[in-house]
């Protein structure tokens, strides 16, 4: 595997952890982000921090990254969780924005030079690993009681508090636990760059990930993979057109939309158990249309 390959692939698989966190926000629990470069911004730096100044291990700074990131989410979801619609969206914007400019502005972490030096701990396996992991709990966490009443919270919130479920609990949940996924793939860039800069986790990079997650399919795991994977490697199948690449990647995102506009999976999971529904549905499709030949050609038939 070449080396420009393999890098493609370990940049689709951290953007794939930082996804499946925003996947649970705004997928499971409808609260739309985009501030979620700016828990990434938390997770590089305290991961950094602890492998290049501290001399920890590489797995600490993770679990570090993880938690800094979590933690920093239960300080903004305090105050902006109880804000409705397009006032949380706006609210995470200024958060993540503040971030970067605290970070752009203080010296003592490289400031807008950025920080060069940060040991080369990123892997291809320590990334795959960490990917089904994330993948795995996510499932776990939907599909446990703690998932579908974020679910319930997505469909109808006033509906949900009547019927006994704390809704802040679970938006909180739903924020810290996507948090800890965007603090760890922060972690994941930083040691696989060995250099991070304010300017990595500006608003273009949420951006990005919040349209990953609605071209995948909002509410499907399977569609937040598809996704990373077909969005991170577009731009690069596309440097062939030079500058008209980003023109090209804005219109097949925008095809994508009009023509899927509920994302490539549409709430769908692609599970064992599901294809084997898909096929036995189109089996039966199958039958029923030659059922139905058969039938309109025995009418006929008896007709003359």
Same mark, same amino acid.
């Given at each position: ?19 499946? @966190?925003? #996947?649970? *926000?705004? !997928?499971? +629990?409808? %609260?739309?982000?985009? &501030?979620?470069?700016?828990?990434? $911004? ?28 979590? @933690?920093? #989410?239960? *300080?903004? !979801?305090? +105050?902006? %969780?109880?804000?409705? &619609?397009?006032?949380?969206?706006? $609210? ?143 731009p690069e199948l596309l440097r062939a057109v030079d500058k008209w690449r980003l023109v090209v990647y804005g219109l097949a995102v925008i095809g994508i939309m009009i023509g899927r506009p509920r994302g490539l999976m549409g709430g769908f999971e692609l599970t064992p158990s599901a294809v ?29």
């Open positions: 595997m070449s080396s420009y390959l393999e890098g493609i692939i370990m940049l689709s698989g951290i953007n794939l952890i930082a996804v499946l @966190g925003l #996947s649970l *926000l705004t !997928g499971f +629990a409808g %609260l739309f982000s985009f &501030g979620h470069a700016g828990f990434m $911004a938390i997770g590089a730096y305290s991961a950094a921090i602890c492998t290049t100044l501290l001399k920890l291990p590489f797995s600490v700074g993770i679990a570090a990254g993880a938690l800094v990131a979590s @933690g920093s #989410s239960w *300080l903004i !979801g305090r +105050a902006t %969780l109880r804000l409705k &619609g397009d006032y949380f969206c706006i $609210a995470t914007l200024g958060f993540g924005e503040a971030i970067r400019l605290i970070l752009d502005n203080f010296q003592g972490l490289g400031g807008s030079r950025g920080w060069p030096g940060i040991p080369a701990s990123t892997t291809i396996w320590n990334i795959l690993v960490l990917d089904v992991i994330g993948v795995v709990l996510l499932a776990n966490l939907v599909r446990s009681r703690h998932g579908r009443n974020m679910i319930a919270v997505r469909e109808e919130e006033l509906a949900a508090q009547v019927a006994g479920i704390n809704t802040f609990k679970y938006k909180m949940l739903a924020l810290m636990v996507s948090a800890a996924y965007a603090g760890v793939a922060g972690a994941l860039l930083a040691h696989y760059m060995t250099f991070i800069q304010p300017k990595m986790f500006s608003l273009v990079k949420s951006t990005e990930l919040t349209i990953i997650v609605i071209f995948g399919g909002l509410g499907s795991i399977s569609g937040s993979v598809l996704g990373a994977v077909v969005l991170t490697f577009l084997r529904r898909w096929i036995s549905d189109r089996k039966d499709m199958k039958t029923a249309k030659a059922s139905q030949v058969a039938e309109d050609a025995s009418a006929g038939k008896d007709g003359l």
